[in-house]
């Protein structure tokens, strides 16, 4: 395993934000993410790149618990999925003072040091028990189309099965459609970049 390293930002005067079209029908079915590389500059980097190669189009939102999170990170295309897990971990970000995991925060998921990748989560109303462990560090937050979010279809809750939905499983695809076909994603047009005045 190889990591890419966390260093130190300056709190910038403006920030990079993504626009993430959604299969939601609600609204204009999108919501706006205001990244923070001052709070989590490895973590703002990997989203960046993420974005730029086009990892976020037809992205599921594969775990929906109201109250909670949704998660997101497991593409349909394995060669985007074998891409970024090409390029390594990345190291934990050391935490932002005074940045609590409130409603609508984004952060990768993990399961030990150093093991955050693609997958991510925002928060649905205040979660006081995140943020406790290295690898919780928000990297940004979601700062328009909040109803959307909220709107994500959760009938599924935790019942996907992450490994079956690997897009280098033959069988994967089929998998989706055939037992979660309510399942949200983030559409064709993935996240478009854009830039916000903090």
């Known amino acids: 395993m190889f990591l890419v390293a966390a260093t130190a930002a300056p709190v910038p005067a403006a920030a990079p934000t993504l626009v993430c079209k959604t299969t939601v029908q609600v609204d204009d079915s999108s919501f706006t993410i205001e ?6 500059p490895a973590g703002v980097e990997r989203v960046l790149g993420m974005a730029k190669s086009g990892f976020f189009e037809q992205l599921p939102f594969f775990r929906m618990l109201p109250n909670f999170l949704v998660q997101f990170g ?3 295309s394995a060669e985007k999925q074998r ?5 390594g971990n990345i190291r934990d970000d050391p935490r932002p003072a005074g940045v609590p995991f409130t409603d609508g925060i984004l952060s990768f998921a993990g399961y030990g040091t150093d093991s955050r990748s693609t997958h991510l989560f925002i928060t649905l109303g205040s979660q006081p028990g995140l943020g406790h462990r290295q690898w919780e560090v928000p990297v940004g937050r ?9 709107a994500i279809y959760s009938g599924y809750g935790d019942a996907p099965d992450q490994g079956r939905m690997q897009p280098d499983r033959p069988d994967a695809a089929k998998y989706l459609a055939d037992k979660f076909p309510k399942m949200d994603r983030i559409d064709r047009r993935g996240a478009t970049l854009g830039v916000s005045q903090i």
């Open 74 to 76: 497991i593409s349909t």
């Open 83 to 87: 891409h970024w897990q090409s390029q």
């Open 35 to 40: 990244l923070r590389p001052d709070w989590a």
């Open 142 to 150: 979601v700062v328009s189309g909040m109803p959307v979010v909220r």
